[in-house]
């Protein structure tokens, strides 16, 4: 999978950035073509006029260890990377049909909170049981949302490309492509809202602090974000719709 957002709708850590990153040999829309280029019979992607894109390729059967979903619901996008061991329970609790998949389910509960807020979001995926990682694009209100799970089994990488453009994507030679040293392992555990930046999900009451990485080389490479066993935050976030309260989000 592979997500690109346009510099403006995500504005990621500036940890994230490499000095020592040199211009990288492809521009995100080179990479995409790479992309679909590797998924011929697999692969779609979709733009989003000037806000960015998403592309996915669904797996091969003969090829697949993790289950990958795309799902949409007005104007909301969102690929999932794992399974949930207890989306029974979740489908129930949220009145969806037994038959939605996980992809589905995280759109509710995203719109859900968005939209009416009753509990903070980092109760909802703190009830997500298994192993996941997902992107999602609220295109009507230019949100992106993104979540990795805190054992560790779906790797997600984002960076920062040369035009200032973030990518994020569960291959790392893809972001390395447009991104240079300026990428790092999404943190597990962790939730990136683009009104609101990076949280941990497991301890919401902390902050992030950057973690200086070297490569192989000895150059420097975008940071790796932990938490801050030692600070406190109390998060909020605006809710976005026709109403004017404030949510809860954190």
Same mark, same amino acid.
């Given at each position: 999978?592979?997500?690109?957002?346009?510099?403006?709708?995500?504005?990621?850590?500036?940890?994230?950035?490499?000095?020592?990153?040199?211009?990288?040999?492809?521009?995100?829309?080179?990479?995409?073509? @790479?992309?679909?280029?590797?998924?011929?019979?697999?692969?779609?992607?979709?733009? !989003?006029?000037?806000?960015?894109?998403?592309?996915?390729?669904?797996?091969? $059967?003969?090829?697949?260890?993790?289950?990958?979903?795309?799902?949409? /619901?007005?104007?909301? *996008? &969102?690929?999932? /990377?794992?399974? /949930?061991?207890?989306? &029974?329970?979740?489908?129930?609790? *949220?009145?969806?049909?037994?038959?939605?998949?996980?992809?589905?389910?995280?759109?509710? +509960?995203?719109?859900?909170? $968005?939209? $009416?807020?009753?509990?903070?979001?980092?109760?909802?995926?703190?009830?997500?049981?298994?192993?996941?990682?997902? %992107?999602?694009? @609220?295109?009507?209100?230019? %949100?992106? !949302?993104?979540?990795?799970?805190?054992?560790?089994? %779906?790797?997600?990488?984002?960076?920062? +490309?040369?035009?200032?453009?973030?990518?994020?994507?569960?291959?790392?030679?893809?972001?390395?492509?447009s991104c240079g040293k300026s990428y790092a392992p999404f943190p597990a555990g962790c939730m990136y809202h683009?009104? $609101?930046?990076?949280? =941990?999900?497991?301890?919401?009451?902390?902050?992030?602090?950057?973690?200086?990485?070297?490569? =192989?080389?000895?150059?420097?490479?975008?940071? *790796?974000?932990?938490?801050?066993?030692?600070?406190?935050?109390?998060?909020?976030?605006?809710?976005?719709?026709?109403?004017?309260?404030? +949510?809860?989000?954190?």
């Amino acid at each position: 999978m592979l997500g690109v957002f346009k510099n403006g709708v995500v504005n990621p850590p500036q940890e994230l950035y490499s000095p020592a990153s040199t211009m990288a040999s492809k521009s995100p829309e080179e990479t995409l073509k @790479d992309f679909l280029a590797s998924n011929p019979s697999n692969g779609f992607s979709l733009e !989003f006029s000037d806000k960015g894109f998403l592309a996915y390729a669904s797996p091969q $059967r003969q090829l697949m260890s993790q289950q990958r979903l795309f799902c949409s /619901l007005n104007d909301v *996008y &969102c690929i999932f /990377l794992g399974s /949930l061991n207890n989306l &029974c329970t979740l489908n129930k609790q *949220y009145g969806l049909s037994k038959i939605s998949n996980e992809a589905m389910f995280v759109i509710e +509960a995203y719109c859900t909170l $968005r939209d $009416r807020g009753p509990i903070p979001a980092h109760r909802v995926l703190k009830d997500l049981e298994g192993d996941f990682g997902f %992107v999602i694009y @609220d295109h009507k209100a230019g %949100v992106v !949302f993104a979540a990795n799970g805190g054992d560790k089994s %779906v790797n997600l990488f984002w960076g920062i +490309a040369g035009d200032g453009c973030v990518m994020i994507s569960d291959n790392v030679d893809v972001v390395k492509a447009s991104c240079g040293k300026s990428y790092a392992p999404f943190p597990a555990g962790c939730m990136y809202h683009s009104e $609101r930046g990076l949280m =941990s999900f497991e301890h919401p009451m902390k902050k992030m602090k950057a973690m200086p990485r070297v490569d =192989s080389e000895g150059a420097l490479c975008g940071a *790796y974000f932990a938490v801050d066993a030692y600070s406190k935050v109390n998060p909020t976030m605006p809710r976005v719709g026709s109403e004017a309260n404030w +949510a809860t989000w954190g």
